[in-house]
Each structure stands twice: as structure tokens, then as C-alpha cells.
């Protein structure tokens, strides 16, 4: 008998919510990096 965190459907799950979350970071950084160049322009 497989448990819950055994089944392919959870691991399937849980790889979803990783993937979620690195695009999440990856926008969040691409968001500070573009604020902080504008920052930059600003004051040059």
C-alpha cells in the first residue's frame, strides 16, 4: 500500500508548487533588477 507522499500524483503536485514558486522568484527579480536600472538612470 502506498502512503500520500509516495504516489505519483503528490510528487507530480509537489513539483508543480516548486515550479510555481521558482517563476514567482524569477519575475520578482527581473521586477527589482528593471526598478533599480531605473533607479540608476535617475540619478545619473
Same mark, same amino acid.
Request: proline fraction near 2%; avoid cysteine.
Given at each position: 500500500?502506498?502512503?500520500? $507522499?509516495?504516489? =505519483?500524483?503528490?510528487?507530480?503536485? #509537489?513539483?508543480?508548487?516548486?515550479?510555481?514558486?521558482?517563476?514567482?522568484? $524569477?519575475?520578482? =527579480?527581473v521586477?527589482?533588477?528593471? #526598478?533599480?536600472?531605473?533607479?540608476?538612470?535617475?540619478?545619473?
Amino acid at each position: 500500500m502506498q502512503t500520500p $507522499l509516495n504516489t =505519483a500524483e503528490y510528487r507530480e503536485f #509537489i513539483r508543480e508548487i516548486k515550479n510555481l514558486i521558482q517563476s514567482a522568484q $524569477l519575475k520578482a =527579480a527581473v521586477s527589482v533588477n528593471q #526598478i533599480m536600472l531605473q533607479l540608476y538612470w535617475d540619478l545619473a
